[in-house]
């Protein structure tokens, strides 16, 4: 059963960049997605972007396609994350979760990493 | 594309059944049948419930249920219990690569 293994904690400046990984755990990222999501602090869960490992290909969020770059190794099973530009509003805790793949390109996310908390503070 | 939208809170009385409503488009829920529910406990990770409007994923009890009319998606829980008190967000396909969040529920077990 694959697990996925976030990232430790991180504090940014503004300005500056963060970047998250997410290690499969337990097997591989096969056949799926990986994707990106973030929650700030008391609020909901918001769609960043995604990657499918096995064709390199990725999507983001218009909010976030002119600063967010999502990579991934195969040879590791390891996903990234990075934000660039980070301001104040970019505190939050940002979950990477597997995706499915289907041909129209809709699916659900299962499992979830445990979770990065980046604060950005001056 | 705007988030999908919940109710912020609901509650119920253990052995009641609640039904939690998300409302989005037709170019998302009324469109595509990849609405999903995760639970969200505090301080944990979301987990999925309810996938493609109304499938339920091994070990999930059949107290939840899924269903959708037009652009608006629900999510049952009957015969509620103590443990069912968390935080409920749907989500659905938005089309050209792109998903969507509701605000999210709280769901109080009274």
């Known amino acids: 059963q694959v697990q996925l293994v976030q990232s430790g904690a991180e504090v940014k400046r503004p300005g500056s960049s963060a970047k998250v990984s997410c290690k499969a755990s337990?097997?591989?990222?096969?056949?799926?997605?990986l994707t990106w999501v973030r929650q700030a602090p008391g609020q909901g869960l918001e769609w960043m972007g995604k990657?499918?490992?096995?064709?390199?290909?990725?999507a983001y969020a218009p909010k976030f396609q002119d600063r967010l770059t999502i990579s991934a190794d195969k040879s590791t099973n390891t996903a990234y994350m990075e934000l660039n530009s980070l301001t104040l509003d970019d505190t939050a805790i940002y979950y990477c979760?597997?995706?499915?793949?289907?041909?129209?390109?809709?699916?659900?996310?299962?499992?979830w990493g445990q979770g990065t908390l980046v604060t950005v503070s001056s | 594309q705007s988030a999908l939208t919940q109710p912020p809170s609901a509650s119920g009385s253990p052995g009641q059944s609640v039904t939690i409503s998300c409302s989005g488009t037709?170019?998302?829920?009324?469109?595509?049948?990849?609405v999903s529910w995760y639970q969200q406990h505090p301080g944990k990770a979301p987990k999925l419930i309810i996938r493609?409007?109304?499938q339920r994923p091994s070990g999930i009890p059949a107290r939840f249920s899924g269903s959708k009319s037009g652009n608006t998606a629900s999510l049952t829980v009957s015969g509620l219990q103590a443990e069912d008190e968390a935080g409920y967000y749907c989500?659905?396909?938005?089309?050209?690569?792109?998903?969507?969040f509701g605000g999210g529920t709280k769901l109080t077990v009274l």
């Open positions: 979760a597997r995706g499915t793949l289907t041909a129209v390109g809709g699916g659900w996310f299962d499992p």
């Open positions: 337990g097997g591989t990222f096969g056949s799926y997605s």
């Open positions: 990657i499918i490992p096995m064709l390199g290909t990725t």
């Open positions: 037709d170019s998302d829920v009324g469109v595509y049948n990849y």
């Open positions: 493609e409007v109304s």
């Open positions: 989500c659905s396909y938005g089309g050209s690569d792109n998903f969507l």
